[in-house]
């Protein structure tokens, strides 16, 4: 056997192979796809993600937020999900509290 990298028609036609003939070919991924290394737990769909240094802020349609610690790579959740809003909570923002007053992110 041997590597294929390019067109399979390029590559029967170059050794004057027929189309028409069965070719058995193996096939494997170059890279295997990056896997997430903790899925969080969430209480309801997620309509808002927001990230802030190692913190991922996460707001639910159920009108919940939720804090996680990224450095981790755990995802470990910081704060349990709090209901922040009687509706879905479809946007966040990171609002740093200050001697100087807030400063948006």
Same mark, same amino acid.
């Given at each position: 056997g #041997? =590597?294929?990298?390019?067109?399979l028609a390029r590559h029967l036609a170059k050794r004057g192979l027929s189309v028409?003939?069965?070719i058995v070919i193996e096939y494997f991924?170059? =890279? #295997?796809?990056?896997?997430?290394p903790k899925e969080l737990? =969430?209480?309801d769909w997620v309509g808002a993600v927001r990230g802030h240094g190692d913190l991922l802020f996460s707001g639910s349609y159920d009108g919940g937020v939720s804090m996680h610690r990224t450095s981790s790579g755990e995802g470990e959740v910081l704060q349990g999900s709090k209901v922040a809003h009687s509706d879905s909570v479809s946007a966040l923002a990171v609002v740093k509290v200050s001697e100087e007053g807030p400063q948006g992110d």
């Open positions: #041997e =590597l294929l990298r390019g067109e028409e003939k069965t991924f170059a =890279l #295997e796809p990056p896997q997430p737990d =969430l209480p």
